[in-house]
């Protein structure tokens, strides 16, 4: 398929979706976003991918956050489609099947740190950025930073970096707990590979089981999520996966997964 302003491209058993407008820093317009909502599904739809890596084009940023400039001209009517639109985009990668990691190569600003968050994990360069500075603004962040960020770091925490929209490192976030690895620039690509295909060598289907339960898990509740876990788990074994890997630890050989 092909996009104005992301570029998609499948390498072995991983995707890459790349924001791609670098001379506007990837900021993100409602094209952009459409696009993001088209690529995931394109992968999502693509039978080899396992795993998908979202990242940004060039050198300086991640994504920049919601285009200003297409901000300005904005009523109610039109940003509530915006802000409508930007949460479809944010819960199309997080309700993604298969894992999805962020690669935040530079600036994570607004939306940009919220598209990270709704990405199951975040590695970022240790020349990346995050802010969330929609106060800066006049507005807030409507992407989901506000629910994302505050059940990772906490109320505190998300207060403090919501209400000075201050910018923090990438050795900061993963202090905070919401990046799980920092590496040198040059060597982010490589470190967000060995990672994806690390995951994309296990059950397919038992991560996206896995993936959901955490999900929902989130929003209902301890016991709400221990009974939906517990609920889905024997689903594994009606997979041919699951009789694969447990025979394949018997005889003391590799898993073949098919993802079926
Ligand atoms: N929207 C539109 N264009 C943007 C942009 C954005 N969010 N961020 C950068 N750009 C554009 C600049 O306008 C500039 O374009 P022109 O050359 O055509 O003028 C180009 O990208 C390069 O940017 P700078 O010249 O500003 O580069 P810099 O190195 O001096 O600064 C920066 C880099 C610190 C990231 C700075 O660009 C910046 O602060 N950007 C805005 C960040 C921001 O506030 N993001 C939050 C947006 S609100 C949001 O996301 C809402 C939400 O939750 C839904």
């Not at 001379?23 to 690529?39: D, K, R, S």
């Not at 409507?142 to 994302?148: A, D, I, L, M, V």
């Not at 967000?192 to 295909?197: K, M």
Request: one cysteine or more.
């Amino acid at each position: 398929m092909s996009y104005t302003n992301i570029l998609t491209e499948v390498r072995g058993a991983v995707g890459f979706l790349t924001i791609n407008r670098p001379t506007q820093l990837n900021a993100l317009n409602p094209e952009t976003l459409q696009e993001i909502v088209q690529g995931m599904r394109e992968l999502e739809g693509n039978a080899s991918v396992r795993v998908v890596v979202v990242t940004g084009a060039g050198d300086k940023a991640f994504v920049a956050g919601a285009d200003i400039k297409a901000m300005q001209a904005m009523g109610f009517a039109e940003a509530d489609a915006f802000g409508r639109l930007g949460h479809e985009c944010m819960s199309t990668i997080e309700e993604c099947p298969r894992p999805v990691i962020a690669a935040v190569n530079g600036f994570a600003l607004g939306g940009g740190t919220e598209l990270a968050l709704a990405c199951d994990f975040i590695y970022a360069a240790d020349s990346a950025v995050f802010s969330l500075p929609e106060v800066t603004l006049g507005i807030f962040p409507g992407w989901g930073g506000t629910q994302r960020l505050t059940r990772i770091v906490g109320k505190a925490k998300a207060n403090e970096l919501i209400f000075t929209g201050r910018k923090i490192s990438a050795e900061e976030a993963l202090q905070l707990g919401f990046v799980n690895a920092v590496v040198a620039r040059a060597e982010l690509q490589s470190a967000v590979e060995v990672v994806a295909n690390a995951i994309a060598a296990n059950a397919p289907l038992a991560i996206s089981y896995a993936k959901r339960v955490i999900l929902r898990g989130l929003d209902v509740g301890l016991h709400g999520g221990l009974a939906f876990e517990r609920s889905t788990f024997p689903a594994c074994f009606g997979t041919h996966d699951c009789k694969e890997g447990i025979a394949a630890f018997l005889e003391r050989r590799p898993a073949k997964f098919q993802g079926r």
